[in-house]
């Protein structure tokens, strides 16, 4: 018989219980501040490192090495411990970290090059393991709380995240600006604090895992799927490459693009093949053919995909469509953040004491609708005021599927297979939110093309109009901001961000029907799985949370 995967929770006493999760918490604000915290200091970096070319890579690298790194942590934390793996991800994070603050410190070197490739490099190993941060603190909290006390908690982890959302440009900022020090002839720029700043509080979390987390077995004989874990690194990273470089660094028919889709699909042909064999497989098919399991991945991919391909061009609207300085495009994207945190805790909190999850994510869906559709119906001559209460009704909305979706997962996970079940869920999510993203911006595109035709218009790309957001070097900017863009381009902005918030209601609604076909099975008050669900070959004797 296998070892069971994890302490029970009768045995892991309230104390440890209270600092895995703040442990936990604490590892989950930092990967999440590492996606948004950067994006305020890279002007500041590429001026001094001279790598405006690789300007996007910064970002897309440490995203493309969490996702694909996550169904991989996910299954070792099944086999080997979930411990062992959080360990492991917080010391490469803090490793990662630490040599993202030295990039370019020592000019260029061997392998590496210059400051802006080592920034890259080292932002990739970052990602990696940040990739275990989330998975692991997710199936941490199923190893510890059964499925009814996890909506509490799930709702917490919502908070993080649109905590570190709110936080991240504010801190990237302070750091850029104000964190330059100069002391016995040693000169140290202000950005390099954005990475340094890890470094302490993964020590302090990885002291409280170390500590104070609870120890779980390792399963005998357990074999890590080294070909489907390199397929699902490559699949994943031409994807995620393609949609990034699709329609900004290169046409959507060019080969580079279009190799990369077709190196996915055989990627993906080639993954189903190797895992429908593999004794221990990274993305179990099986998972697959759970209802609860496929309904819940289909919704959490729709609204990711939907809220992420708005919030990304939402600060490009405020700032060239409406002209608002940038510091007041922050202010207006802040509701979004309060009506998400309301919503996630409290959300989290009836579904523990309910052990019903249903009502409230379609609660949140069709409030995501309505939110949607009153930033729809604002004309070319909409105020700031007016997107700042329309994005806290969006927030209110967008909480419960911030908290829910892992817990409702994790209660359909088969034996055995908690950490791959939350692992997959993660992974399926994050790809939604890089599709949209590609999707919503190659439809900006396409319709700044249609509504500014000419050379006057000159068919602005969004690097150009992200320039002018910024304050770029075109005539009329400089030191202007947005306000002074050419109200062509303003009008022309707003019609596209219209066609934006109605696409991302289209796909919200289609959320919302997969939402409705999860089965409403109400959330278990113990770790057992009642239906014990084996992949072929596979035993049953495994129990999970």
Request: glycine share 14%; proline share 6%; aromatic share 8%.
């Amino acid at each position: 018989m296998k070892d069971t995967p994890f302490v029970p929770p009768s045995e892991v006493t309230p104390a440890q219980k209270r600092t895995t999760l703040i442990a936990l918490m604490l590892v989950l604000l930092l990967s999440a501040l590492d996606s948004t915290i950067v994006s305020t200091a890279m002007p500041r970096i590429v001026a001094e490192m001279k790598g405006l070319q690789l300007y996007p890579w910064v970002t897309s690298i440490y995203l493309l090495a969490s996702t694909a790194m996550v169904p991989i942590w996910g299954k070792l934390g099944d086999l080997y411990g979930r411990k062992t793996i959080m360990m492991t991800g917080v010391g490469i994070f803090v490793f990662g970290s630490w040599l993202c603050g030295l990039a370019g410190e020592f000019g260029a070197m061997p392998v590496l090059g210059g400051g802006m490739t080592q920034l890259i490099v080292f932002r990739g190993l970052q990602g990696a393991g940040g990739g275990a941060l989330f998975t692991s603190s997710f199936a941490v909290l199923g190893d510890l709380f059964a499925p009814r006390e996890r909506g509490r908690y799930a709702g917490l982890v919502g908070a993080v995240f649109g905590l570190a959302s709110v936080i991240g440009p504010v801190v990237g900022g302070f750091f850029t600006e104000h964190g330059t020090v100069d002391l016995g002839g040693l000169h140290m720029s202000g950005w390099r604090w954005i990475f340094y700043v890890n470094l302490p509080l993964s020590a302090l979390a990885l002291f409280m895992i170390a500590t104070r987390m609870p120890a779980t077995r390792r399963r005998p004989g357990a074999r890590i799927d080294l070909l489907g874990s390199a397929l699902v690194i490559l699949s994943a990273g031409a994807l995620m490459l393609a949609l990034s470089w699709g329609g900004q660094t290169y046409a959507w028919s060019s080969p580079v693009i279009l190799g990369l889709l077709g190196g996915f699909v055989a990627g993906v042909a080639a993954l189903v093949a190797v895992e429908a064999r593999a004794p221990e497989p990274v993305l179990p098919l099986g998972l697959f053919r759970i209802r609860a399991f496929t309904t819940n991945t289909c919704a959490s991919f729709l609204l990711s995909m939907s809220f992420m391909g708005v919030i990304t061009f939402m600060p490009l609207y405020l700032q060239v469509g409406l002209g608002a300085p940038a510091t007041l495009s922050g202010a207006a994207i802040l509701p979004l953040m309060f009506g998400l945190v309301l919503t996630s805790t409290t959300a989290g909190r009836m579904v523990s004491k309910t052990g019903h999850y249903k009502p409230f994510m379609i609660g949140g869906a069709i409030t995501m609708l309505v939110g949607l559709a009153l930033l729809a119906t604002m004309g070319p001559h909409a105020t700031v005021g007016q997107v700042a209460w329309r994005m806290f009704v969006m927030g209110l909305g967008l909480g419960p599927s911030q908290s829910l979706f892992s817990t409702v997962a994790q209660n359909a996970a088969p034996p055995g297979q908690l950490g791959v079940v939350t692992s997959a869920a993660q992974f399926f999510r994050q790809i939604g939110s890089t599709v949209g993203v590609a999707v919503f911006g190659a439809l900006l595109t396409a319709r700044l093309a249609m509504e500014t035709p000419g050379p006057a218009g000159a068919r602005e790309s969004l690097a150009k109009l992200q320039a002018l957001a910024l304050g770029g070097d075109r005539a009329g900017v400089v030191g202007a901001g947005a306000a002074q863009v050419d109200p062509v381009v303003k009008a022309a902005f707003s019609a596209a961000m219209s066609s934006l918030f109605l696409a991302s209601l289209t796909i919200v609604a289609l959320g919302l029907v997969a939402i409705i076909s999860i089965p409403n099975i109400p959330l278990r008050k113990a770790h057992v799985h009642p239906e014990p669900v084996a992949e072929p070959g596979e035993g049953t004797d495994d129990v999970v949370g």
